[in-house]
C-alpha cells in the first residue's frame, strides 16, 4: 500500500450497489481531501453494520470498533491526542439505539469530534429490522408486521443533549453533504451531522424518489440563521431547531439546524484544570527516561505529600 | 496491667458519624510515634445512619489483616456495643456512652432483625436485660472486659463551656469522645494527637483547638477512672523515617502514576471509584513546581464506555486504565474481547466485592477470579494478576502496564474490597531497578505499515494512531496484517495462533516462582494455598500456629494466567494431598480449581469465607487446627459483624 492523499485504499467496498453509504464515503473522502489533512491526522470511527465498514474504505487511521461503541472509543483516542481530527461513522441503529446513552454523554462534553449518522431507518446487515428511526405502523418489505415502536428525532434529541452543531444531510447530494462535513470537522466542539440515506435492499418505503421530491436546503429558507454568536442567543437558535427538526412529511430539510460557537468544547475544560493537556496530552507525555520512570521515588513522595507522614521521634 | 506491643480497637457508630476521620487522625498520629498502622473498614452500602466500624491494630511491625479479640471496643452509638460486646476478651475496655445504658435492639432501627435477635438471645439466655447496659455486664461478667462508661452529653458541654459555644455546636467533636479515650488509654501523648489533628484539619485551626479541648477532658475522665495508660504501647523500635499512609487504593493510583498511565476512565462503583479519585486529586503531576504531564481522569457515562475510551486511549499511545468492581466489569467484557483480537495494551483494575448481582456492594470476596480469566466470547490471550497486600499493589500497578504493552494484550489486575480499603502504614516504595517497557515499537513505519505484521514472530511492531506518517487499521472482525476484515481460513489460522501464542511467550518469560507463585516457609506439617489479601491473614495464622508447635508453609498465588502450573505441582508435591488446604475468600474456592485444572492435583480441604467479611488470623489459624489434627475437610469461617 501507498501514501493515498486521495484517501482511498484498495479494500473492494461491498455495500450493495445503489447504497447510500457511497455517497457517504466520497463525501467523507473528498472533504478530507479538501480540508488539506493528513491521513494519520485523520481517525475514523465507526461501530457495527455496513456503516462499520466505512474506514476501511479510507486512507486514514480507521477504527472499527464494537456496536454501539465508535463514540466512547473515539472519546479516548480523542482525550490521548486533541489534536486529532476525529470522526465517527455509525448507523441510526448503532448510534441512536445500543448506543444512544453515549451519543447523548458525547452532546454534554461538547468534544471536539464529529458524528456521522447513517440513517436508512433499518438494520441493514441482519437483513432489515426496524432502526429507531423507522415510524411507528410502517411496514417495509423486510419487515413481517407494520414497525410498533415509534421514532426517536435524531436532530432533537442532538439539539437536546448538547451538540454545538447540529446538521442534516441527503446522502445522494455528495456535495452538498461534503460542505457540511468539512463545516463540521473545522467546528470547535461536538458535531453531528444525520444522514438521510436509502436502503436499496431493504427500505421501499424511504427511497431515493421519496427523497427526492421533498428534501430542500434550509439555506433556501428565507431568514434561517442557525448560528449561535453570543451564549444569550442559544434558548431562542435550540427552540427553533427543534421546532424545524418535527418538520417531516411533504417537506425534509438538509442543511444546519443549529450551530453554537459560543460554547467551551471539552478539551479547553480540560486544559484549564490541567494547564499542560493541550501541549502534552496523554499520548505524547514522556513517562521513561532510559526505561526508568519520569515519576521516580522522589517525586512520588511529592506528588503524594498530602499521604506522608514523618516519625516525630 | 503490663505495656503491651500492640493495640487492637474497634470504634464504630452510625455512618457519617466521622469514625473515618477518627481513625486517620489516630493513623497519623501513631505512624508520627512511629507505630505500624493497619486499619480497615466495614460499613453498608448507605450514606448516613447505618452502622460502620473500623479495625484498627498498632504495633510494631506492620500487620496486614485484621484480628480479633481487641484491647478497646470504643462506641459512639449503642448499635456498637449491641453489636460488638461478644468480640471482648479478657481486659478489653468498652467506652460507651451511659446515656445509651438503657438502649435495647428494638430502639435501634438500623440494626438488622437478624441481629437483633442474636443479641437478644445471646443476653436472655445469659440471664441479662436487652440493652447496652445488659451488653456491658455480659461482657465484664461473662467475658472479663472492662467497662469505661462515659457521659457524653456531660463531655460535650464541658467543651461548650471552655469554649463558649451552644452545647449544640459542639455535638460535631462527638466522634473525638472515642478517638480520644483511646488515645488516652495507649499513653498516647497530647501533643502527639495534636499532630494527628493538626495534620488531619491543617489550616482549621479553631477545629484543631476544639478537638484538643475536648481530648483534654476525655483525658481527664479516663484518667480519673484509673485508665489512663491502660495499654501502654512499648516504645516503638527504630524503623523508616517516613510512611506513606495509604488504603489499597491510594497505592494503586500511586502504582499506575509511577508506571506512566496518563488516562484512567471510569465509572462510579464500590469499592473502586477512590482509586480514581485519588488519581484525579493528583491530576497535575508536580513535584516542587516541577511539571511533568498530567493525568486525565475521565468519568464516563457507563462501564463499557469507560474501558472503550481507556482501549481508544491504548491505541494513541498512551498507557491508559480503567478500574471498577464486578458489576462493571461485567458491562466491559464485549470490549475486552476487542482489545484481545486488537491487541490494544489496555489495563482493567477490578476490585471484587461480595456478588452475584449487586451482591454485597460494600462487602469483600474472592468470587470474581472465573470472571477475570474466562469471561467473553471467542478465545483472546490476556494477563491476570492479583496482589496480596498493598506493597504488592503498588508493583503490580506498574507491572500490569508494562506487561500489557510487553504482549500487546489486555491485563486484569485482581484486587478485592478488603485491600482497597484497609489502610496501612508503607514506607515509600522505592523504584530502583523498576523498569518502564512500552514492548515491541515500529522503527520507522512508513506508508506501508502493517499492524499486524506477524513476519517477525507473535508479537508486531507498535505504532501509535496519530502518529506521523503511518496510518493503521484496527477492527473487531478477524483481519489481515494491515487490519482490514478477512476471513480467509488461513489467514485466520495464522492471526488466531499468533495471538494465543503471546500468552505462551509470557509463560516463558515471566518466572512462576517468586513472580507468578510465593512460597512462604516451607516444609511443615501442611500447605495453605491462597491469593489476594489472603496473603495477611495466612501468613500471621502461620507464626500463630508455628506457636502453638504447628508448622506449615504458604503457597501465594499472583498470576493466573499464565498459571505457574510448573512451580505450583512441584510445590503441591511435598505435601500429602490430605495437608494442603486452599484458603479463599468464596464458596467454589476458584483458585483451587485453577490448580487442579493445571496441575491436575485436587486439593481436598478448603478454609472458605463468604459473609463478605475479611478473614481474621485467629479464625483461620483455629481452622488450620481443626483440618490438621481434626481431621475436618472443609472449614467456613464466620467471624465479624
Known amino acids: 500500500m501507498v501514501l493515498?492523499?486521495?484517501?482511498?485504499?484498495?479494500?473492494?467496498?461491498?455495500?450493495?450497489?445503489?447504497?447510500?453509504?457511497?455517497?457517504?464515503?466520497?463525501?467523507?473522502?473528498?472533504?478530507?481531501?479538501?480540508?488539506?489533512?493528513?491521513?494519520?491526522?485523520?481517525?475514523i470511527v465507526s461501530g457495527i453494520g455496513c456503516s462499520g465498514k466505512t474506514p476501511h474504505f479510507i486512507y486514514a487511521n480507521g477504527v472499527h470498533t464494537l456496536h454501539g461503541r465508535a463514540i466512547p472509543f473515539a472519546t479516548g483516542l480523542k482525550l490521548a491526542r486533541p489534536d486529532l481530527k476525529v470522526i465517527i461513522d455509525g448507523g441510526d441503529g448503532?448510534?441512536?439505539?445500543i448506543g444512544a446513552g453515549h451519543f447523548v454523554a458525547l452532546g454534554r462534553r461538547n468534544l471536539d469530534v464529529?458524528?456521522?449518522?447513517?440513517?436508512?431507518?433499518?438494520?441493514?446487515?441482519?437483513?432489515?429490522?426496524?432502526?429507531?428511526?423507522?415510524?411507528?405502523?410502517?411496514?417495509?418489505?423486510?419487515?413481517?408486521?407494520?414497525?410498533l415502536q415509534d421514532a426517536v428525532n435524531p436532530i432533537a434529541l442532538a439539539v437536546a443533549s448538547g451538540y454545538t452543531f447540529v446538521a442534516r444531510a441527503y446522502a445522494m447530494d455528495v456535495n452538498h453533504l461534503k460542505e457540511l462535513i468539512k463545516l463540521a470537522v473545522n467546528h470547535k466542539g461536538s458535531a453531528v451531522i444525520d444522514i438521510l440515506q436509502p436502503c436499496v435492499t431493504y427500505n421501499d418505503l424511504y427511497t431515493t424518489e421519496w427523497y427526492r421530491r421533498r428534501v430542500y436546503k434550509l439555506d433556501s429558507e428565507p431568514g434561517w440563521d442557525p448560528v449561535v454568536r453570543d451564549p444569550s442567543e442559544r434558548e431562542e437558535k435550540a427552540s427553533r431547531a427543534l421546532e424545524k427538526a418535527r418538520e417531516w412529511?411533504?417537506?425534509?430539510?438538509?442543511?444546519?439546524?443549529?450551530?453554537?460557537?459560543?460554547?467551551?468544547?471539552?478539551?479547553?475544560?480540560?486544559?484549564?484544570?490541567?494547564?499542560?493537556?493541550?501541549?502534552?496530552?496523554?499520548?505524547?507525555?514522556?513517562?521513561?527516561?532510559?526505561?526508568?520512570?519520569?515519576?521516580?521515588?522522589?517525586?512520588?513522595?511529592?506528588?503524594?505529600?498530602?499521604?506522608?507522614?514523618?516519625?516525630?521521634? | 496491667m503490663?505495656?503491651?506491643?500492640?493495640?487492637?480497637?474497634?470504634?464504630?457508630?452510625?455512618?457519617?458519624?466521622?469514625l473515618e476521620t477518627a481513625a486517620q487522625v489516630l493513623t497519623v498520629a501513631y505512624a508520627m510515634e512511629g507505630y505500624r498502622v493497619y486499619s480497615t473498614r466495614e460499613y453498608f452500602s448507605n450514606i448516613k445512619g447505618r452502622h460502620s466500624y473500623i479495625n484498627v491494630r498498632v504495633s510494631h511491625r506492620q500487620a496486614w489483616a485484621p484480628r480479633e479479640e481487641p484491647h478497646v471496643i470504643a462506641a459512639i452509638d449503642a448499635e456498637t456495643v449491641l453489636t460488638h460486646f461478644r468480640e471482648a476478651a479478657p481486659g478489653t475496655v468498652i467506652v460507651y456512652d451511659t446515656a445509651a445504658s438503657k438502649v435495647?435492639?428494638?430502639?435501634?432501627?438500623?440494626?438488622?432483625?437478624?441481629?437483633?435477635?442474636?443479641?437478644?438471645?445471646?443476653?436472655?439466655?445469659?440471664?441479662?436485660?436487652?440493652?447496652?447496659?445488659?451488653?456491658?455486664?455480659?461482657?465484664?461478667?461473662?467475658?472479663?472486659?472492662?467497662?469505661?462508661?462515659l457521659d457524653y452529653q456531660a463531655l460535650l458541654r464541658s467543651l461548650a463551656g471552655e469554649l463558649g459555644i451552644p452545647a449544640t455546636r459542639a455535638r460535631r467533636f462527638l466522634n473525638t469522645i472515642p478517638l480520644a479515650a483511646i488515645a488516652s488509654l495507649t499513653g498516647l501523648e497530647l501533643d502527639a494527637l495534636r499532630a494527628g489533628f493538626e495534620r488531619r484539619f491543617r489550616g482549621r485551626q479553631g477545629v484543631v483547638e476544639g478537638n484538643m479541648k475536648l481530648a483534654e477532658i476525655v483525658y481527664d475522665t479516663v484518667a480519673s477512672a484509673g485508665l489512663r495508660g491502660a495499654l501502654?504501647?512499648?516504645?516503638?523500635?527504630?524503623?523508616?523515617?517516613?510512611?506513606?499512609?495509604?488504603?489499597?487504593?491510594?497505592?494503586?493510583?500511586?502504582?499506575?502514576?509511577?508506571?506512566?498511565l496518563r488516562l484512567q476512565t471510569y465509572y462510579p462503583i464500590t469499592p473502586a471509584a477512590d482509586e480514581s479519585f485519588t488519581l484525579e486529586a493528583h491530576e497535575n503531576l508536580e513535584a516542587d513546581g516541577e511539571s511533568l504531564g498530567g493525568v486525565?481522569?475521565?468519568?464516563?457515562?457507563?462501564?463499557?464506555?469507560?474501558?472503550?475510551?481507556?482501549?481508544?486511549?491504548?491505541?494513541?499511545?498512551?498507557?491508559?486504565?480503567?478500574a471498577t468492581s464486578g458489576p462493571g466489569f461485567d458491562l466491559m467484557v464485549e470490549a475486552l474481547g476487542w482489545a484481545g483480537i486488537n491487541e490494544v495494551p489496555v489495563v482493567v483494575t477490578l476490585y471484587q466485592r461480595g456478588g452475584p448481582s449487586t451482591g454485597m456492594p460494600t462487602r469483600g470476596s474472592q468470587q470474581d477470579l472465573a470472571a477475570a480469566l474466562f469471561s467473553g466470547h471467542g478465545e483472546f490471550p490476556r494477563i491476570v494478576l492479583s496482589s496480596g497486600d498493598h506493597e504488592e499493589a503498588f508493583y503490580d500497578a506498574i507491572k500490569a502496564m508494562n506487561w500489557a504493552e510487553r504482549y500487546q494484550t489486555p491485563v486484569i489486575h485482581v484486587l478485592d474490597k478488603f485491600l482497597a480499603n484497609s489502610i496501612v502504614t508503607l514506607p515509600p516504595p522505592s523504584l530502583e531497578g523498576v523498569k518502564i517497557d512500552r514492548g515491541l515499537l515500529a522503527a520507522n513505519p512508513g506508508p506501508d505499515y502493517r499492524r499486524f505484521d506477524k513476519s517477525g514472530g507473535p508479537i508486531s511492531p507498535r505504532a501509535f494512531v496519530g502518529q506521523e506518517g503511518v496510518v493503521m487499521w484496527y477492527t473487531g472482525d478477524e483481519h489481515d496484517e494491515y487490519g482490514h476484515i478477512d476471513e480467509d481460513p488461513v489467514n485466520r489460522l495464522r492471526m488466531h495462533e499468533a495471538r494465543m501464542r503471546k500468552l505462551e511467550l509470557a509463560a516463558e518469560e515471566i518466572p512462576e516462582e517468586g513472580e507468578r507463585a510465593i512460597l512462604y516457609g516451607d516444609g511443615g506439617d501442611f500447605l495453605l494455598v491462597g491469593w489476594g489479601s489472603v496473603k495477611g491473614a495466612a501468613l500471621e495464622a502461620l507464626e500463630t500456629l508455628r506457636g502453638e508447635g504447628l508448622r506449615g508453609a504458604y503457597l501465594h498465588l499472583r498470576v493466573f494466567e499464565p498459571f505457574p502450573s510448573g512451580y505450583v505441582s512441584e510445590v503441591l508435591s511435598s505435601y500429602p494431598p490430605g495437608r494442603v488446604i486452599a484458603v479463599e475468600a468464596s464458596y467454589n474456592a476458584m483458585a483451587a480449581r485453577l490448580v487442579a485444572q493445571h496441575t491436575g492435583r485436587r486439593i481436598e480441604r478448603f478454609i472458605l469465607k463468604w459473609t463478605g467479611r475479611p478473614i481474621y488470623v485467629g479464625e483461620l489459624a483455629r481452622a488450620v487446627t481443626r483440618i490438621v489434627e481434626g481431621g475436618s475437610v472443609r472449614e467456613v469461617l464466620t467471624y465479624g459483624a
Not at chain 1, 114 to 135: E, F, M, R, W
Not at chain 2, 121 to 132: F, N
Open chain 2, 2 to 18: 503490663g505495656v503491651v506491643r500492640e493495640v487492637r480497637f474497634l470504634v464504630g457508630g452510625p455512618q457519617g458519624s466521622g
Open chain 1, 94 to 97: 448503532d448510534l441512536l439505539g
Open chain 2, 104 to 149: 435495647g435492639p428494638d430502639r435501634v432501627p438500623s440494626m438488622e432483625r437478624e441481629e437483633k435477635a442474636r443479641v437478644k438471645e445471646t443476653l436472655s439466655r445469659a440471664g441479662y436485660p436487652a440493652s447496652v447496659e445488659g451488653a456491658v455486664r455480659y461482657a465484664e461478667a461473662e467475658l472479663g472486659a472492662r467497662p469505661l462508661p
Open chain 1, 114 to 147: 464529529t458524528v456521522l449518522i447513517h440513517d436508512n431507518q433499518v438494520y441493514g446487515l441482519t437483513k432489515g429490522q426496524a432502526s429507531p428511526t423507522l415510524p411507528a405502523g410502517v411496514k417495509t418489505k423486510a419487515l413481517p408486521k407494520p414497525n
Open chain 1, 249 to 313: 412529511g411533504d417537506r425534509v430539510p438538509v442543511g444546519i439546524f443549529y450551530w453554537d460557537q459560543t460554547r467551551e468544547p471539552f478539551e479547553e475544560r480540560l486544559a484549564r484544570r490541567i494547564p499542560s493537556y493541550l501541549d502534552s496530552p496523554p499520548a505524547l507525555q514522556p513517562i521513561e527516561r532510559g526505561g526508568a520512570p519520569v515519576v521516580d521515588a522522589e517525586r512520588l513522595k511529592r506528588i503524594f505529600s498530602g499521604y506522608l507522614v514523618r516519625r516525630r521521634r
Open chain 2, 232 to 260: 501502654k504501647l512499648e516504645p516503638p523500635p527504630e524503623g523508616p523515617s517516613e510512611y506513606f499512609i495509604v488504603s489499597g487504593n491510594d497505592v494503586v493510583a500511586m502504582g499506575k502514576v509511577a508506571g506512566g
Open chain 1, 4 to 43: 493515498r492523499m486521495d484517501y482511498r485504499t484498495d479494500v473492494w467496498v461491498d455495500w450493495c450497489p445503489g447504497c447510500g453509504d457511497y455517497g457517504i464515503l466520497t463525501a467523507l473522502q473528498k472533504a478530507l481531501a479538501e480540508l488539506g489533512l493528513k491521513p494519520w491526522e485523520v481517525a
Open chain 2, 296 to 322: 486525565v481522569v475521565f468519568q464516563t457515562e457507563d462501564e463499557i464506555a469507560a474501558i472503550s475510551a481507556a482501549i481508544g486511549g491504548a491505541l494513541a499511545g498512551a498507557r491508559a486504565a480503567t
